[in-house]
């Protein structure tokens, strides 16, 4: 039987473990922070696939679990990425149902995470699980990665696995929601916050005070200024670099003339562009202010940096990918680039693996809106294409010989 008959039906001999296996890691809330309950899940799914597991507290109660399957010759080291965290459900008012059902519905499962990402991640542990019945180990070694922290930095995620020595990999696939496509490079991130000093007066004598807002918002005139302009700033595969005003928080009390005001900005940067280049530019805009009004004060403080990523699209990996999508699914994958962050990054720039984005589910309309969902049939469609690519890196072409 040829390989991907052989992955075919293996895949569609455990489709309801899948499935319920989703159900049941989508029930169980993982906010960042909160992640140690489904990672016991999949400690314990991993465990029952055969895989080595390894569990890793990046810090007290915040867990990473890491499944290998270690071949019997030496070959490619692959690696699988995907984060066990979830931004909240938010309103509950939004959602048709419990955000945390895991409801089945038209050939979809809705529920927090299911989209983002826990679909990509259960899709992975099966395939590296069901690698192991193909019949024979592989050469080099697969590896999945289940990390914490995803959400904001990965700090205590795959850069922690990074530092202390866990990934050391020769390729790698990060599963993310891409609609079956093919991310190949994705905008970098930088969040600031803001911040202006007045000083408090009683709203009725105003001249006694100086308002901390108002001199907020002659630094977000100087921001939208810099938004227009960044929309110049194009990448072929990115689109524009971008600035969003994200966050505002002013004032005491209504009666009064407001002492502070914050405000933080998400800064998206695409190829080519620096954190410091980012930073002189808001510095430029601080200055600004200073300049426009005498008493103006203000001050900038870094959140969150991850520079953009790339790989390149003949990359071994990539063509791995194109090469399995196709005979999946018999379509022609799209490759293109990514607005949002992953740890794409992280595997790319500081680990220095050449890394692709790939996973069912589409996460500009189904992931952290309400009623988030990832449709089931390419969930299962996924797990062969990642058995597939897996199979072909770690030299099981001729596995049915």
């Known amino acids: 039987m040829a390989l991907l008959e052989r992955i075919d039906k293996l895949v569609e001999e455990h489709r309801e473990e899948i499935i319920g296996f989703l159900q049941k890691v989508v029930r169980t809330p993982s906010p960042t922070g909160s992640e140690e309950a489904v990672a016991r899940l999949i400690q314990r799914k991993m465990s029952e696939l055969g895989l080595e597991v390894t569990w890793v507290e990046a810090a007290p109660g915040r867990p990473n679990v890491i499944g290998h399957l270690q071949g019997d010759r030496p070959g490619t080291r692959f690696l699988f990425n995907g984060h066990m965290d979830t931004v909240p459900p938010g309103p509950e008012a939004d959602w048709e149902d419990?955000?945390?059902?895991?409801?089945?519905?038209?050939?979809?499962?809705?529920?927090?995470?299911?989209?983002?990402?826990?679909?990509?991640?259960?899709?992975?542990?099966?395939?590296?699980?069901?690698?192991?019945?193909?019949?024979?180990?592989?050469?080099?070694?697969?590896?999945?990665?289940?990390?914490?922290?995803?959400?904001?930095?990965?700090?205590?995620?795959?850069?922690?696995?990074?530092?202390?020595?866990?990934?050391?990999?020769?390729?790698?696939?990060?599963?993310?929601?891409?609609?079956?496509?093919?991310?190949?490079?994705?905008?970098?991130?930088?969040?600031?916050?803001?911040?202006?000093?007045?000083?408090?007066?009683?709203?009725?004598?105003?001249?006694?005070?100086?308002?901390?807002?108002?001199?907020?918002?002659?630094?977000?005139?100087?921001?939208?200024?810099?938004?227009?302009?960044?929309?110049?700033?194009?990448?072929?595969?990115?689109?524009?670099?971008?600035?969003?005003?994200?966050?505002?928080?002013?004032?005491?009390?209504?009666?009064?003339?407001?002492?502070?005001?914050?405000?933080?900005?998400?800064?998206?940067?695409?190829?080519?562009?620096?954190?410091?280049?980012?930073?002189?530019?808001?510095?430029?805009?601080?200055?600004?202010?200073?300049?426009?009004v005498p008493e103006w004060q203000g001050e900038m403080h870094v959140l969150r940096f991850a520079p953009a990523m790339r790989v390149e699209p003949d990359a071994p990996v990539v063509q791995l990918l194109k090469d399995a999508i196709r005979s999946v699914t018999g379509q022609e994958p799209p490759v293109r680039g990514k607005d949002a962050g992953t740890d794409a990054t992280w595997l790319s720039n500081q680990a220095g693996i050449p890394t692709a984005i790939f996973g069912a589910g589409d996460y500009r309309s189904a992931s952290l809106a309400a009623n988030e969902f990832i449709d089931l049939e390419d969930l299962v469609a996924s797990v062969k294409v990642y058995m597939l690519v897996a199979a072909k890196a770690t030299g099981y072409l001729d596995a049915s010989a």
Request: contains cysteine; proline residues 4%; neutral net charge.
């Open 98 to 292: 419990d955000p945390y059902s895991g409801r089945i519905a038209d050939g979809r499962l809705y529920g927090r995470g299911a989209c983002d990402m826990k679909g990509g991640l259960v899709a992975m542990i099966f395939a590296v699980g069901l690698l192991r019945q193909l019949g024979r180990p592989p050469q080099g070694s697969v590896t999945v990665t289940a990390v914490c922290d995803e959400q904001i930095g990965s700090e205590l995620g795959t850069q922690y696995l990074i530092r202390h020595g866990y990934i050391n990999h020769d390729m790698a696939v990060v599963g993310e929601p891409t609609d079956m496509r093919i991310d190949v490079g994705h905008k970098g991130i930088l969040q600031v916050k803001f911040e202006t000093r007045g000083k408090a007066a009683h709203a009725s004598r105003p001249w006694r005070g100086v308002n901390a807002i108002e001199h907020m918002h002659v630094l977000m005139s100087h921001l939208r200024a810099l938004g227009d302009k960044l929309q110049e700033r194009r990448d072929p595969l990115l689109g524009p670099a971008t600035l969003n005003i994200s966050m505002i928080q002013g004032g005491t009390f209504q009666n009064m003339v407001p002492s502070h005001c914050s405000l933080v900005v998400d800064r998206r940067l695409v190829y080519g562009e620096t954190e410091e280049q980012a930073l002189a530019e808001f510095r430029e805009a601080l200055e600004a202010c200073r300049c426009t």
